[in-house]
């Protein structure tokens, strides 16, 4: 099942990239393209560790508080919503991450969701992924992690 998760998540980057260099399905000035503001939810539902001023401070993290959403928006030629996000590994084994995050609207009401993978990072290290959802929105959404799962590899 991840590797199929993995296979999706390859060819839709390849798309996006394609269509960033100009190489995409439709022009770039298309009268259709309508703005969207969209808001970023840096404050979602809290980790089962809880925030960290409620944690003890000799709590370890959990996964949850090594993924940070740092841009949430929806794609102009593909009305799909897209989180960027901020991996960094903060426990002692090389580890893979899978992310769950949802698009939602401003009354809550779930729009879509995605996936997306960050495999073998090192302890300290920190990579950048996307999760794309595959639904199409025209509202202004915000972004949520509904889920991190950390394993070492």
Do not use: H
């Amino acid at each position: 099942m991840i590797g199929t998760v993995v296979v999706l998540l390859v060819g839709l980057v390849a798309l996006f990239a394609a269509e960033e260099r100009g190489q995409g399905p439709g022009p770039a000035d298309s009268p259709s393209k309508r703005p969207r503001q969209t808001v970023t939810d840096r404050n979602d539902s809290p980790s089962p560790t809880g925030s960290p001023a409620a944690r003890p401070q000799d709590a370890v993290p959990g996964p949850r508080d090594d993924v940070e959403i740092t841009r949430c928006t929806v794609n102009d030629t593909t009305d799909w919503a897209e989180a960027d996000l901020l991996v960094t590994n903060r426990s002692s084994k090389n580890s893979t991450y899978l992310v769950q995050v949802e698009f939602v609207d401003s009354t809550g009401t779930r729009l879509g969701n995605a996936i997306t993978s960050v495999p073998d990072l090192a302890p300290g290290q920190r990579a950048r992924t996307t999760a794309r959802g595959l639904d199409p929105i025209t509202v202004k959404i915000t972004c949520r992690i509904t889920d991190v799962t950390r394993y070492a590899s």
